[in-house]
Structures are given as C-alpha cells and as structure tokens.
C-alpha cells in the first residue's frame, strides 16, 4: 500500500497542485514560471511528466520513450510518476 503522502505527491503530480513554478507564479508566490531542470519551458505537471528533455532518459527506463502525451500517461502507475521526479532538484519527493 502507498502511503498517505507519497499518494499525495503522485496525485499532486496528475493534476498540477503542487510547488511547480507555473502554479506558484500563477498564484503571485514565484518570479520565474521556468523549469528549474532544463529552463527550457514553464514547469508544470506535464512538462516533468511528458517534456522535459532533463528526465528523458528517466523516461525512457520507466516506459520505454524518452517523450509522452498525456494519453500515454493513462495507465502508468502513480508510484512510476513520483519515482520520475524522484532525486532530482525540484525537491518535490523523498
């Protein structure tokens, strides 16, 4: 079974309501909308989960393609979503 906050996290990650740049600049609580991993675009949900060209790779051990769609994200399991943002500087995870 997960656990109450690890199950937080993953739905914090499904739905965007978490400490991503392009929420707290939406709420006037950031200067900068731009991902902290590769700066390439604002770091929302979908950008660490399906774009972002900093967790390709991790990706691409998870699921076998580097990027997704939302559609493919339908089925993953919400543990294989934290364990992507898991370890890197976002500090949004263990």
């Not at 079974?1 to 709420?27: Q, S, W």
């Not at 939302?70 to 370890?87: C, F, G, Q, R, T």
């Amino acid at each position: 079974a997960m656990g109450k906050e690890k199950l937080r996290r993953g739905i914090g990650l499904l739905t965007g309501h978490m400490p991503l740049r392009a929420h707290l600049f939406n709420l006037g609580l950031a200067e900068q909308k731009e991902c902290r991993l590769c700066g390439e675009e604002g770091e929302d949900n979908l950008h660490l989960l399906c774009r972002c060209p900093a967790l390709a790779c991790k990706r691409y051990k998870s699921w076998g393609h580097m990027f997704m769609t939302p559609m493919d994200l339908e089925n993953a399991k919400v543990s294989s979503l934290i364990s992507l943002v898991n370890n890197t500087r976002l500090g949004l995870t263990e």
